[in-house]
C-alpha cells in the first residue's frame, strides 16, 4: 500500500486516440510527479507539480499534457502517441520539494502500463 | 551532472544467502540517497533514505545501506535472502538540502533472482 493510486493501470490506445491517465495521493501530500519508466532505461522524469504549479518540464514532447487540478490529483493527458511512448508511467508523491530531511522523499503508486499501437 | 550507477545489470543469489547491490553516485556535494524495490507489475516501495547522520541505514524487509563519503557509493545489503526479495532494486539521488526541487535520480537498477 503506497498511498497513491494510478488509473487505469493498462491502457491500449492507437496513435490517433486520445487518453488522459489519471493519479490520486491520499497522503496529504504538497507536490505530484510523472515518470516514464521504458525497458532498459533509468526512470525518467517528467512533470513535477508543487501545490498545483508546475515546477519542472522534462523537455518532454506536447504531445504530453499535464493537469494539476488540486495537490492530491494529477492527470496525465495523451494525444497522437508514438509507438514509443508504449512504457510504464508511474506517478509519484511528496511532502513537498523544499530541502530538509523528509520532504524529498517521494512515494510511488502502481503505475500504468501503456501501449501505443 | 549528477549520474548514479549501478554496475550490476542482474543478480542471483541462494535463498538464504546474503546480499549486497552496489550503487555509486557522481555529485559535487553530499545527496540525500534512496533505495527503492519494484516488484513486476508495481510502482516503486521505499525501502530506506540517507539524509545525514548514521552512515548505517536500516529499512524495512531487514535491508540496511552504508554511505561512503570516500567512495561515493551508498551498497544496499540484507544477510539472508528470502525468496520474496526478487525483484528490481533501484537507487537513486536527490540534492541535499537547499538544493532539491524534487529531482531524484535514478540508476538502471538490478535485477535479483533467487534460487531455491
Known amino acids: 500500500e503506497t498511498g497513491v493510486t494510478q488509473t487505469p493501470r493498462h491502457l491500449v490506445m492507437g496513435m490517433t486516440n486520445k487518453k488522459s491517465l489519471k493519479c490520486e495521493q491520499h497522503?496529504?501530500?504538497?507536490?505530484m510527479y510523472w515518470y516514464k519508466q521504458s525497458a532498459k532505461k533509468p526512470l525518467e522524469l517528467m512533470f513535477v507539480y508543487n501545490f498545483k504549479e508546475q515546477t519542472e518540464n522534462n523537455s518532454v514532447p506536447s504531445r504530453f499534457s499535464p493537469e494539476c487540478p488540486n495537490s492530491s490529483h494529477l492527470f496525465l493527458h495523451l494525444h497522437t502517441l508514438q509507438p514509443e511512448d508504449s512504457a510504464l508511467y508511474l506517478c509519484?508523491?511528496?511532502?513537498?520539494?523544499?530541502?530538509?530531511?523528509?520532504?524529498?522523499?517521494?512515494?510511488f503508486g502502481p503505475g500504468t502500463r501503456l501501449t501505443v499501437l | 551532472a549528477q549520474s548514479v550507477t549501478q554496475p550490476d545489470i542482474h543478480i542471483t543469489v541462494s535463498e538464504g544467502a546474503s546480499l549486497e547491490l552496489r550503487c555509486n553516485y557522481s555529485?559535487?556535494?553530499?545527496?540525500?540517497l534512496f533505495w527503492y524495490v519494484q516488484s513486476p507489475g508495481q510502482g516503486l516501495q521505499l525501502l530506506l533514505k540517507?539524509?545525514?547522520?548514521?552512515?548505517l541505514v536500516q529499512g524495512i524487509k531487514g535491508f540496511e545501506a552504508e554511505f561512503k563519503r570516500s567512495q561515493s557509493s551508498f551498497n544496499l545489503r540484507k544477510p539472508s535472502v528470502h525468496w520474496s526479495d526478487a525483484a528490481e532494486y533501484f537507487c537513486?539521488?536527490?540534492?541535499?538540502?537547499?538544493?532539491?526541487?524534487?529531482?531524484?535520480?535514478f540508476g538502471k537498477g538490478t535485477k535479483l533472482s533467487v534460487k531455491p
Open positions: 537513486a539521488v536527490a540534492p541535499g538540502y537547499g538544493g532539491s526541487q524534487g529531482n531524484l535520480i
Open positions: 540517507y539524509f545525514s547522520g548514521d552512515t
Open positions: 497522503l496529504g501530500h504538497n507536490a
Open positions: 555529485y559535487g556535494a553530499t545527496p540525500y
Open positions: 509519484a508523491s511528496s511532502p513537498g520539494l523544499a530541502g530538509g530531511e523528509g520532504t524529498d522523499t517521494q512515494y
